[in-house]
């Protein structure tokens, strides 16, 4: 559960971040481009060496449900490998959904199991620490002001989420959850 004020907590980075970057609250935030800002390296697996032939075919499987992206600490230097079979708007969500941890400074999981052929690893898994990133990746690339811009403009959907890289899903869970819909709506009665 998030606590008090970490929702806006959010907001403000993004808005931070954005004027860093020199964008405006509203502007659209690329995840290549907020990598490159933090120092981040993005890679497919492909550009992992040392992968097996048998380890790449199984990351690069085209399942919907398969992974996604995950975090990798190795000297100081963070690496997000990402899965490249995933739609370009699921991969925005993954890149910045990894990055919002690095942001927060939460901690990578750690496999806490591995079958002795090693191939089956579990990891730890927090909730809470999942929960603030994706609330995070969300006012990243779907901030208030956005929101409140998009539907007072009026542009499709599918026009908002191209301009934005993000899913239709995300631009509906967003506008729901920040009360947006409701605001606007109700100003216009």
């Not at 971040?17 to 405006?24: F, N, P, S, V």
């Not at 993005?42 to 996604?68: A, C, F, I, M, N």
């Not at 000297?75 to 942001?103: A, C, F, G, K, Q």
């Not at 542009?155 to 819909?181: E, H, I, Q, W």
Request: hydrophobic content about 35%.
């Amino acid at each position: 559960m998030l606590v008090r004020g970490f929702k806006t907590k959010c907001e403000n980075i993004s808005a931070e971040i954005r004027k860093k970057l020199g964008l405006r609250k509203y502007d659209p935030l690329a995840p290549k481009a907020l990598a490159e800002y933090l120092g981040v390296y993005l890679l497919e697996p492909t550009g992992v060496k040392y992968l097996s032939e048998q380890s790449l075919r199984q990351l690069l499987y085209k399942d919907k449900d398969s992974w996604s992206a995950v975090t990798v600490s190795y000297l100081n230097i963070d690496i997000i490998v990402y899965n490249p079979t995933h739609s370009p708007w699921r991969r925005s969500s993954d890149i910045m959904h990894e990055l919002s941890h690095i942001i927060l400074g939460h901690k990578p999981s750690q496999i806490v199991f591995l079958t002795p052929d090693s191939q089956i690893a579990l990891r730890d898994y927090n909730e809470d620490l999942e929960e603030e990133a994706i609330w995070l990746s969300g006012c990243l690339l779907l901030p208030r002001e956005a929101l409140i811009s998009i539907k007072r403009s009026g542009p499709s959907n599918s026009k908002a989420c191209y301009r934005y890289g993000v899913s239709s899903d995300l631009l509906t869970f967003r506008m729901n959850m920040t009360g947006v819909n409701y605001q606007i709506s109700a100003t216009r009665y």
